[in-house]
């Protein structure tokens, strides 16, 4: 059974920095275009970055210049690197991962964000 499990989030006041890992498991299969999503109480999931296989990514325009996704395709991870944290990243932050002929997500990570 295909699982996808994030880590690394936490509490970090403004300004701060956080990275998050999202591990691909149970499949021989590899991971295809992968992303984080986040969702604010009381707000819609949005897409915060994505990344395909061969490196292209893609960014929300709130994130841009602060975040910076990657993957490393042989352990099936993908990572999010954090900076210049503002309150209103506050979320839960989720993995998305193609495997194999569907989407799976990840169970989320919160992350805090103090002013």
């Known amino acids: 059974q295909v699982q996808l499990v994030e880590s690394g989030g936490g509490l970090v006041q403004a300004g701060g920095s956080l990275s998050l890992s999202c591990v691909t498991s149970?499949?021989?299969?590899?991971?295809?275009?992968a992303g984080w999503y986040r969702q604010a109480p009381g707000k819609q999931r949005e897409l915060v970055a994505d990344?395909?296989?061969?490196?292209?990514?893609n960014y929300a325009d709130s994130v841009k210049g602060r975040f910076t996704i990657s993957r490393d395709n042989a352990k099936n991870t993908v990572y999010l690197q954090m900076h210049s944290l503002k309150p209103e990243d506050t979320a839960v932050y989720y993995c998305?991962?193609?495997?194999?002929?569907?989407?799976?997500w990840g169970q989320g990570t919160q992350v805090t964000v103090s002013s």
């Open positions: 149970g499949s021989t299969l590899s991971l295809g275009v």
């Open positions: 990344i395909t296989r061969g490196g292209n990514s």
């Open positions: 998305k991962g193609f495997v194999g002929f569907r989407d799976y």
